[in-house]
């Protein structure tokens, strides 16, 4: 049987049995450059390691020695890990996203997932009232969240993209019809809310680590390895069906299918992201934006793992920063959204087509 | 240079197909529209909690709510689904209105910033606020158009809705450093609850931009067909587009400031209009003026039935009904390619 390695977006070779090692093109068009992906991974990943430090220990007001510094460094430990899965979920399933549908400048939260989220929130609190909204914060409750975002994602992708006329492009704006119109259902129920109910709902619905409840952990942590490591296994076919729809198949992949999959396993770790830390919009747009500009290939297997480490990088780096230097707390998540933001008109004003 | 030279060229006529080439308006179908759109009037002025025949007061109260909202309706209406019309026949692509190029969310941060820079604002510094940022944006959003190959036409409402995400996470930003959220979802959400004398005057001012429409209409149809055909039958191109662009942001300006946000009913309206009149622009403008009204009226109505005796803001119905036919539209599309 044949194997595909594709290699570069402009050769793809196949390697058959016939395959000599020597021959085979690297990743990288040249030494250097592969030189200066390690460097760059590495460093960023010790920043990022150091950011995550400094959350941790810098400006304890306990010292080291007091009985009460391990609480301290454990509730931040908890913000820490919140953000190490916010990284993963939104910089993977916004590459991910971005090469199934082989386009540099949208990204998954497109798809409606935060105005399912911020519906299903606010009906809880507009139906049930205050105290059924705090309570709703179990397993149970979180687990409902993301088996019905995951359900109404492969619904819409597979009624979509399903039959003669299935088209990316027409599940995209469909997607972003029928955010929309959650959106507007939901924010006439906000309207509706006493201003201290109001208050206590955006607080939940601005994407912030601090909302995380480590009771979900035990459950969370497994999900997103397991779709991760899932990911990571399935980036050479990501090589493949990011070339689009017609050169993928006569690679032999089928294109259908692999979208749906990868669709799925993104819509998967959108879902846990979204109902972990809240909508984030722009931050894996920006992850994935810095990603490319600093991994000169189009490689998947060299990509993710360059992903990862800016996204950790990015949200640990804000946060400490906010926190420590600027003093500002509770208005992280919205810088990053806006920086997110501003690169997004930068790039979508530079680029020539999309 | 001759009002529409379009239509005095010899023999231009006969390019037309048969049925869509009279240029009557007033046909019967037409005329039941119309009268359609007069009964859903009179609905709308006997709709409401305050009990007009009993109370004695009942005609003063007429005069003071129930006429003013009824006239800001139909002003509102045919205004958003014509600048939605304009919209389209510029950019050539029917998908295109001001919840899809982010226009609205300018015309918020618009209203955003006048709200920072006079504590109390009256209503015109509102309207100029929004008037100009939302003429800004849909600048922007043009410009860009003009300058990025497509690739599908699907892919533009995504953009300018990502766009107008953008433009929202800074009016959120600014909003939350001046503690002020919950006013600017006030503001996005589109109701013509507060409508009374003195309060809806302003969008007497849409009657000069329907007007100027119905005039320059052929010159949005020419300027749709781009900048070199549009400079070959002799008319300036970006002139067209300023104009254009300047009559989409005096309208989208003043009903975000007096009413609030009114998604999809700019695209729903002339998309259903030319789905089953065809795309003969001269004679769809009435109608697209008249379905305007009859839709956003009709939405009123259940707006205030639906909670009696509370009120749904109207935006709601809208956004959801609206999405539905978009959808619709959408898959319609899909299915005569």
């Known amino acids: 049987m044949n194997e595909f390695a594709f290699e570069n977006k402009k050769s793809a070779r196949i390697s058959s049995r016939l395959h000599i090692e020597n021959r085979s093109a690297s990743a990288f068009r040249s030494k250097k450059e592969e030189r200066r992906y390690w460097i760059l991974l590495t460093t960023l990943i010790a920043l990022g390691l150091l950011a995550s430090y400094g959350l941790l220990v810098y400006n304890n007001p306990v010292p080291v020695n007091s009985p009460s510094f391990i609480p301290v460094v454990r509730r931040r430990m908890v913000a820490i890990v919140s953000m190490a899965i916010a990284a993963i979920c939104q910089s993977l399933s916004t590459v991910t996203f971005q090469s199934i549908t082989n386009n540099k400048i949208i990204t998954p939260s497109l798809l409606g997932f935060e105005a399912l989220y911020s519906t299903i929130q606010t009906s809880t609190m507009f139906f049930f009232g205050l105290s059924t909204f705090l309570s709703f914060s179990n397993i149970g409750a979180f687990t409902f969240q993301v088996l019905a975002m995951v359900l109404m994602s492969l619904i819409l992708y597979g009624w979509l993209l399903s039959g003669k006329y299935g088209d990316l492009q027409l599940m995209l704006l469909v997607g972003v019809i029928i955010g929309t119109g959650l959106r507007s259902l939901s924010s006439f129920m906000r309207r509706l809310l006493a201003p201290s109910e109001f208050d206590i709902l955006q607080a939940r619905l601005f994407g912030s680590v601090n909302n995380a409840d480590p009771s979900y952990f035990p459950f969370v942590i497994p999900i997103v390895i397991v779709t991760a490591i899932i990911l990571l296994s399935y980036s050479k076919k990501l090589n493949v069906l990011s070339l689009g729809k017609d050169v993928s198949t006569a690679l032999g992949v089928k294109h259908k299918p692999g979208v749906i999959f990868g669709l799925v396993l993104v819509s998967v770790l959108m879902s846990v992201s979204t109902a972990l830390v809240g909508p984030l919009t722009f931050y894996g747009f920006l992850v994935a934006t810095l990603t490319y500009q600093a991994t000169p290939t189009y490689d998947h297997r060299y990509i993710f793992p360059m992903a990862l480490a800016i996204g950790f990088l990015v949200i640990t780096a804000a946060y400490f920063f906010m926190y420590h230097v600027f003093n500002a707390q509770g208005v992280v998540s919205i810088i990053i959204e806006m920086f997110g933001g501003l690169i997004f008109l930068i790039v979508m004003l530079r680029k020539g087509t999309i | ?337």
């Open chain 2, 1 to 337: 240079m001759q009002k529409n030279p379009i239509y005095t060229m010899t023999g231009a006529e006969n390019s037309q197909p048969k049925s869509y080439n009279n240029n009557k308006i007033w046909t019967k179908p037409f005329i039941i529209g119309v009268l359609v759109v007069l009964i859903l009037g009179i609905i709308s002025l006997f709709t409401g909690v305050y009990d007009i025949r009993g109370q004695e007061d009942g005609m003063r109260m007429f005069f003071i709510t129930r006429v003013p909202r009824t006239i800001a309706l139909m002003l509102t209406g045919a205004a958003m689904s014509m600048s939605g019309l304009v919209m389209q026949m510029i950019t050539q692509n029917r998908l295109v209105e001001s919840t899809t190029t982010g226009t609205i969310e300018w015309a918020g941060l618009g209203l955003t910033f006048v709200y920072l820079l006079f504590p109390a604002p009256t209503l015109v510094q509102r309207m100029t606020g929004a008037i100009i940022f939302s003429f800004l944006g849909t600048m922007i959003f043009f410009l860009f158009l003009r300058r990025v190959r497509l690739r599908s036409s699907l892919i533009v409402p995504i953009i300018g809705m990502m766009l107008g995400a953008v433009i929202s996470a800074v009016s959120t930003f600014v909003g939350l450093v001046f503690k002020m959220t919950q006013n600017i979802e006030t503001w996005f959400v589109g109701s013509f609850a507060p409508v009374q004398i003195g309060r809806y005057e302003y969008l007497w001012l849409i009657v000069i931009v329907t007007f100027l429409i119905f005039i320059y209409a052929d010159r949005f149809t020419l300027a749709g067909l781009g900048e070199d055909m549009t400079t070959s039958l002799g008319l300036n191109y970006n002139n067209i587009v300023l104009l254009g662009t300047g009559l989409i942001a005096f309208a989208i300006g003043i009903v975000a400031a007096v009413i609030g946000n009114l998604p999809f009913l700019g695209l729903i309206v002339p998309n259903i209009v030319s789905m089953f009149r065809g795309d003969n622009l001269r004679t769809n403008l009435p109608w697209v003026c008249v379905i305007g009204m009859g839709v956003l009226t009709a939405c009123d109505i259940i707006s205030r039935t639906i909670i009696k005796p509370f009120e749904v803001p109207v935006s709601m119905i809208l956004g959801t009904l609206g999405s539905m036919v978009f959808i619709m539209v959408l898959l319609r599309q899909r299915r005569s390619r």
